[in-house]
């Protein structure tokens, strides 16, 4: 039996622009949201020589071993933040791979945060963030899931006392490399959210913003464009936009009765897509 099960939230990128590279990171600024689809991570203490990593669930299929749960418990036995403790832990996975929907990073800072608030690691903030960043960009984004704004300085700001946005997230059968749409990046954004504040979260604010992956993933995959056009003429949302580097493309709408009867609408079409109405926590 498992001692303790946490959440791991699904973000969505509501906007996201890439502003420059350094070494081989690009730099990016972004709006950020959480849903209420989320991971479910069984952690347990055993009395092993090695952790037992396990995945479950209707997306745990086609896991690599060196994964980001994987990447995150070498770099705290390395650097002896464990204390030669192991941990059995299995992530029953509901959000789907390779969806930008932030998964696998949302799972290593769901786990890191645990092991933080249960003391099981003393850690500083700049370790903390030496060691998300070590693992994959988002991954410091997942240790206070809330509607937060990354500017193009990587610092990020949270805020609270939002309205709540319903989403439709709709994904196709296929998955996008977050690695390779990133290589693909030949300009950068002009920085615009280095000033953040509450009313980026409007949807009158959003509307005129973009994700700058979309050109690159929509010239790999023509599907994902005809996909958007179909959402936004077949259901009449507030706006459509991918999240990440794809493949999930979120509907964006502001009740819950117009959201659900988009989905019904959706899936009554497109059965073999998977799709899910969701919202902001």
Not at 85 to 103: M, R
Not at 177 to 185: D, G, L
Request: with cysteine; net charge positive.
């Amino acid at each position: 039996m498992f001692n303790y099960k946490i959440k791991s939230y699904a973000k969505i990128n509501l906007a996201l622009n890439i502003v420059g590279k350094k070494n081989s990171l690009h730099k990016i600024e972004s709006i950020v949201a959480f849903i209420d689809l989320h991971d479910i991570i069984a952690i347990k203490k055993i009395s092993k020589k090695n952790h037992n990593i396990s995945f479950s669930g209707k997306f745990s299929k086609n896991i690599s071993k060196r994964n980001t749960v994987s990447k995150l418990l070498k770099i705290l036995d390395d650097q002896n933040l464990l204390k030669n403790k192991k941990f059995k832990i299995d992530v029953n996975k509901k959000i789907p791979n390779k969806a930008g929907l932030g998964g696998g990073s949302m799972n290593a800072s769901s786990i890191l945060n645990f092991f933080i608030k249960k003391k099981i690691i003393k850690i500083s903030k700049k370790r903390i963030a030496q060691i998300s960043n070590s693992i994959g960009s988002d991954v410091i984004l997942g240790l206070n899931p809330k509607n937060s704004i990354l500017n193009s300085k990587n610092q990020l700001k949270s805020f609270s006392n939002y309205k709540t946005i319903h989403i439709l997230i709709v994904k196709p059968n296929f998955g996008c490399s977050t690695e390779e749409i990133y290589s693909k990046v030949e300009r950068f954004d002009k920085p615009i959210l280095n000033l953040p504040n509450k009313n980026m979260f409007k949807f009158k604010c959003l509307k005129k913003m973009s994700n700058s992956l979309e050109p690159i993933s929509f010239s790999k995959y023509p599907k994902l464009k005809k996909i958007k056009f179909e959402l936004e003429d077949m259901l009449k949302p507030d706006f459509v936009r991918m999240t990440g580097s794809g493949s999930a493309l979120v509907a964006y709408f502001q009740s819950k009765k117009r959201c659900e009867r988009a989905r019904k609408k959706f899936i009554k079409k497109y059965k073999n897509y998977w799709c899910i109405a969701s919202k902001t926590i």
